[in-house]
Structures are given as structure tokens and as C-alpha cells.
């Protein structure tokens, strides 16, 4: 594990301690499947979305879905199709509906063939002339991510969304992966075929 990956999650231990003494409140599943009938439209009944530019939710983990949907209400992530959702929204709202997506099971999605190998290559090996680590380390070999400690679930997400969030982590469109920055850092080194072999490959995994 090279000294830049190890750096980065020493600095996310610390940022995830502050976060977790944040999140007190916990969340009700039963409630929280109630409280996403409006989210149903874009992200499904259960969190799997039909449409590939809405992202799938179902599995995702209660603690990164927490933060996203903070700061989404409170502008630090932008995202123009939510303006307003969550406006009359509490925390304890949040946290249902967190709750409830991670209580459901995700849908499998497929990768394209051509596309697979130099996916698979960065996905679970990283590339060590460009300083990436791989992105088993915090999202595991299988995509399902680390709930406890706020790294998100990606396996079998649309490969549209996953392509669009590291091209805007790479573009500073998007921010809000802490301190550390890690996903700015790792997106900043990938070309853009190396982002679409990517998202491919983490749309095909379970």
C-alpha cells in the first residue's frame, strides 16, 4: 500500500470520527419506505432506477446516504433535479429514508465486454505509474463499499452516474468528499477512457 493511499485514509479516519459523532439519530426503515414516495418517480419504488442518470439507492449504505442527502439539503452538493426535494425534510426524515434504501437490495447491472479488462485492471489493481491506488481498498472487491465507515456502495450502479460523478470529481464539479479529497485526487489521474472502463466494469459488479 503506497505512503498516498495510506495518507488519505488516515485523514478519513479522522474526518469519519467527527462525522459519526454527528449522526446520532437512527433511523426507521418501516417509516422511511413511507417517506419516499416522491423519491420513487426518479429512483424506484425500492432504489433500483430504471433511468441510468438517476442513481440506484437500494443497499446503499445508511451512513453515506445520510451525509449525501444533508448536503444536498444544506446546497454543499448540488445536484438541479433535487433542488427543493428535501427542503421540508427533518433529520429524522433523513434518516428513515436512509434506513429504508439500505434495507433493500440492489439490482445487478452488466458491463461491457470490450471494456472489462482495463476496468477490472484499475478497479482491483489500481495503476501504479499513475499513483492510483485501487478502488478495492474502500469500495471492496465487490463494489459493496464499507458501510460502517461512510464508503459508498457503487457495485452494479449505472455506469452513466458513476461516469458523470468522476468526471465531475475530476473537474472540481463536485466536492463534497471531505478533507482528505480523496476522490478528486484519484479522479484528477484518470483519463476519460479510464473512466468509462471503470464505470462499466463497476455497473457488472455483485
Do not use: W
Request: charged letters at 20%.
Amino acid at each position: 500500500m503506497n505512503k498516498f493511499f495510506v495518507s488519505l485514509l488516515l485523514t478519513m479516519g479522522v474526518s469519519g470520527i467527527a462525522q459519526a459523532a454527528s449522526t446520532a439519530l437512527v433511523g426507521d426503515a418501516a417509516a422511511g419506505q413511507a417517506k419516499t414516495a416522491v423519491c420513487g418517480a426518479c429512483h424506484g419504488p425500492d432504489g433500483n432506477s430504471m433511468a441510468p442518470n438517476f442513481p440506484k439507492l437500494a443497499g446503499q449504505g445508511d451512513r453515506y446516504l445520510l451525509k449525501q442527502l444533508h448536503e444536498i439539503k444544506d446546497g454543499k452538493r448540488q445536484i438541479l433535479e433535487m433542488t427543493g426535494q428535501l427542503t421540508n425534510l427533518n433529520d429524522q426524515d433523513l434518516a428513515d429514508i436512509a434506513a429504508y434504501y439500505a434495507s433493500q437490495k440492489s439490482s445487478v447491472g452488466a458491463a461491457d465486454p470490450a471494456l472489462v479488462a482495463r476496468g477490472e485492471e484499475l478497479f482491483r489493481g489500481g495503476d501504479l505509474q499513475k499513483g492510483l491506488p485501487a478502488c478495492t481498498g474502500c469500495h471492496a472487491p465487490d463494489g459493496q463499499g464499507n458501510a460502517p465507515a461512510g464508503f459508498p456502495h457503487v457495485g452494479g450502479q449505472h455506469a452513466s452516474y458513476i461516469e458523470k460523478q468522476l468526471t465531475d470529481f475530476r473537474e472540481g464539479d463536485r466536492t463534497n468528499d471531505g478533507d482528505s479529497m480523496i476522490m478528486r485526487a484519484i479522479a484528477a489521474k484518470l483519463s476519460n477512457k479510464d473512466i468509462k472502463a471503470l464505470a462499466s466494469y463497476i455497473q457488472g459488479l455483485h
